[in-house]
């Protein structure tokens, strides 16, 4: 399970699994809006983590970020290990 740290959001935290057709499943936010991350969640279960960064990458709350825009920098962040990973 890869985890995120958020920056600027009510959630603390981002987790989540990929599967080898870089689906995205499991995701659970610590901390925030319970209603409204549950429903992130659903959303985004067995999506393409590509589409997924696309969509919601920019969503701005307060503090110039969103739960679902920490969402698309936590696969950002998710790629980038993974990439070194395979480079090493």
């Known amino acids: 399970m890869f985890t995120y740290s958020t920056k600027g959001t009510c959630s603390r935290q981002i987790l989540f699994n990929v599967d080898a057709d870089n689906k995205m499943h499991d995701v659970r936010f610590i901390g925030g809006c319970g209603g409204n991350l549950q429903g992130i969640a659903r959303l985004v279960e067995g999506q393409d983590i590509d589409a997924i960064e696309k ?14 825009d920490q969402l698309s920098k936590a696969i ?12 090493q």
């Open 55 to 68: 969509l919601l990458a920019g969503i701005r709350c307060k503090g110039n970020t969103s739960c679902p």
């Open 76 to 87: 950002a962040e998710y790629k980038a290990a993974k990439a070194m990973e395979n480079n």
